[in-house]
Structure formats: C-alpha cells, structure tokens
C-alpha cells in the first residue's frame, strides 16, 4: 500500500523504517458532511510500536552524530514541499477536521514556519561552553537523548506535532509519532515529506488507540522521552505509566482560560472583535482560547450585548465555503461535551444565548453548533470550571479587581489568561498576579504565542515548556566533560569562554 493524497480520499499505511507498513484502516469522515469519507489510515499495535522504536533506536547513533545543520537541513527541505503542496494540504486539513479554509492554511503555514525557525537554532542546539583556569578544563554541552516518543492531539495536529518533532531533530534525537485519533492525514503526509528528507528510522509514524498504541509507547522501555500535547486527564495517565521506567516528560495539557476585562478598557470594535475571534476560532478549540470572561460590573451590559452582537454575525457551516466563520466541531464525543455544558447551564437556569446562523439548512449532516453565549453562571457552575473546548462561553460580572484575579486563578487550569484594558502597564502588573504560563494584553487567539515564546502550563496545565529555545534544552540533556577537577582545589569565579 502506498500513501495516495489526490483530493478525493487519502489512505495512510504506517512508516516504520522508511518503509509502508499496512494494518487495519480507520475511516476518517468530514466532521461537516458526515457521510463523506475523507480518507484511512492504518491502525498498529504493540509489535508496530516494537518495530518503530527499534527502527528510530538503530538510526539514533548517526544522527545525533551528524552536525546540527545537517539536521536542521531537512526541516528547511519539508519547509519547502509544505509551502509548495500548501493548498492540498490545507483543504484536507479542513476537511478531515472541520476548521475553515483560511485557519487550515494558516495552520499548515505556520508549520512551515516553526520547522524553519528551528532550523535558525542549529548553532543553538550544538553550543559548547569551555571554561579553563588552574584547575583544568570543564566543557558543558547537549546531548541528545534517544527516541522521544510523541504524542499529537486532533485540534492542530499538524503544527502541534511540530513543535515537538522540529526540536526533538535538531537536538539530535530520533522519533516515533503516533497520530491523533480524529484529524490525522494532514500530519501523516506532512510526516512522510519529513522523513524522506532523513535517513530510514529517524522519523517514524504509529497510529492507534490511546491505551493501545500510546500506552505501548509510554512504557515502552527503549523511548527515553514522551512528548505529548493533549487533555490533562491523558497527561495524568502518560505520567504514572512513564514513571516505570523513569521517562522524560512534556506535558502541554488543557486550559481554561480567563480573559479579564477591567474598568479601563474601552469596549469597542476592536476588543471585542479580538475576543469574538479568540474564543470562536477552530469553533473554540484551541488549547490557549478565552474559555471564561470576566467583565468589570460597569461594563458588564454595554460588554455583553456587544460581544453577543458581533457573535450574532458568523456564519456557521462547512469550512470549505469561503462565507463560512465557523465550521462543526470536530468529532461526535466533543459535539456531545458541549451540548452537555450548555444543557447543564439552562438546567441552572443561566440565559443561554445561541446566536450566529448556519449557511445551509442541513445542521444535522455535521457535528454543528452555533456560537453561545452564556450569562448568569456562578463560578462554581460546570461550564466556568470545566474546559469546554467548544464554541460556548460564559461571561460573568466581577466588581473589583483582587476579585477578578481571584476569579481567574480559581482553576486547576493555568494555561494562559489575557487582560484588556487601555493602560497597558497596569495590564501588565495585572498579569504578573495571574497563575497561567502567557498572560495576553488585548489580544487572546491564536497567533498570540509566537513560536518563539516559552509556552506551557503553571498547576494541572501542564510540565515544562515548548515552542523557543527551551524546547532543545528540554529535549537534550546537560553533559559535562571535564578533566583533573579536584575539588578541593579552591574554587574562584573564572570566565566563561566559547570556543
Ligand atoms: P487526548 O488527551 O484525548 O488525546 C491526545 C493524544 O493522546 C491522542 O493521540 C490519544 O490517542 C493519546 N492518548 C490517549 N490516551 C493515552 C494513553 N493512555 N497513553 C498514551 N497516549 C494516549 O486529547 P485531545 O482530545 O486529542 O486534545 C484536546 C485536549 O488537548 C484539550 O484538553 C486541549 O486543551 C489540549 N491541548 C493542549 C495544548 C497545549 O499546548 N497545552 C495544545 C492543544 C491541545
């Protein structure tokens, strides 16, 4: 079998090895149109996950033994044929996953992007520090680790996954990805260009089950580092079963973000049409998203029935139609998360409003909702506490600011946050009390995190941090070479010198 991308349908065989390996196919079906399919891919197992870490541990010498630029070369390389296949693989982005067509290309240009931003940190990754004085000489450099195994959610499958992957290379490692459940062509025809630009073994590709597949991974005794980007619950699992055999970890997990609005915020078009974006891009799921809003008393009604308004203009439907705002949400068991969500706010007798209008009649074909807005929660309500990933947002009326702060760091959560507000300096002194790994000032979508800022998560949000040059230090190791050290020789403060 080979991996065929014509528009039509996709059909995705593993990569172990530099080699297809079939399995049983998984339909993938347009979360707009259910009855269309969209592609397959096949479904390994253990022994698949056997053979990939064996593959991606018998390449791993050569590669970390190749300069970082030679490494970082074939990000450029995939750089390059993303940026020449950027419609195709945008369309099926949209298509496999429900987003609309302008958020799929900028998702799959953004890939291209982080892969060569990585490649601008080659010089980075292979740094050396050599200090010499009386007592000898210390060298301090990175070593890569081994495999690192990661793990991609279905929301931005394929910058996601190059966050981790992009890093993990040019470090000096080798991987085995396992693509997500929902969403998972794009990424594995983005990954076949990835690894035809390496030797065989260096970048491979499972597919499967969580518990099956992912779990086979995360104890699997060979893989010295699990990346993985997903919910908090996942991450709770994937840490126990890592602690075996006492893996490395990243952990980019939920988030239920707080926007605060304060008393000195102007609400116009622009604030508000930030936070209408911000929270119903990708129909709100987005891991850094405005999930719950805070709104000073004073401007609690001006606030709300302006957000609702702008709100009101999307236009809901298939992400293909270039009229469309928002497409369907992405698969059948987040349809169902939200829609209990809403339910629960009007069982506890919230105003609940549903606004936005579908493009065409047929709701029921997709995984379809309409933006809503939901006022008149309390905090302790499931919809304030829970991360609902999905195109309802609550908004509630706070009076001061210690407890708005208060409000927003109310949470197992610590993502990111954003406060708005026309001085700036305040917002930021606002910030700086907020428990979350970002804190945005007047802006909370995506594109807010360059992939060049540290991001992750303070509490249950998450372990360590990606995107920047942080994400090479957390996907190497410290070594140091030094020679005649005694250390009761008397220690002075020499100068550090590179070579
Ligand atoms: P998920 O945790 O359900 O699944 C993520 C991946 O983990 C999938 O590939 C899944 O098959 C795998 N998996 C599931 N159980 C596993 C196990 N026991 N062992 C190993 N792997 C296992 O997450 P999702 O529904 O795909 O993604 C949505 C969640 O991800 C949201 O909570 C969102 O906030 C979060 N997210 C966080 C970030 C971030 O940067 N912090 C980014 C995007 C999404």
Redesign the pocket.
Known sequence: MTATDQAATVTIPLLIDGRDVDGPITEVRNPARLTETVGGYATGDGASVDAAVAAAEAAFPGWAARPARDRAAALTLTADAIDADLANLSTLLTREHGKILADATAEIANTARTLRYYTGLADYASRETTTEDHRGRIVERRAAMGVVAV??????PVL?ATLMIAPALVAGNTVVV?????SPLALALVLRRLASAVEPGVVNVVAG???D???A??THPRVRKVS????????R??MR?ASVNLKNLSL????NDPAIVLDSATVDAQLIDELVRGAFTSTG????APKRLYVHRNLFDEFTEAFTAATDTLVVGDGLDPAVRMGPLNNRQ?HRTVTDLIQASRSEGASVAEVGQYLDADADGGYFLRPTIVTGLRQNSALVQQ?Q?GPVVPILAYDTEDEAIALANDSEYG?AASVWSDDVDHAFDVGRRIQAGSVFVNIHRVGASDPSMP???FKQ??IGR?HGEIALDEASEVQILADRIDMHTKLTHPKKARP
């Open positions: 793990i991609v959610p279905w929301n931005y996601l396992k693509l997500p459940d929902n089950s969580g518990q597949v992912g779990a991974l995360t993985f980007t997903g919910s908090t619950a996942t991450g699992a994937i079963d980019e997990l939920g988030g799921q987005v891991c850094y987040q991360e990933f993502l991001f992750g998560g949000s998450g990606g």
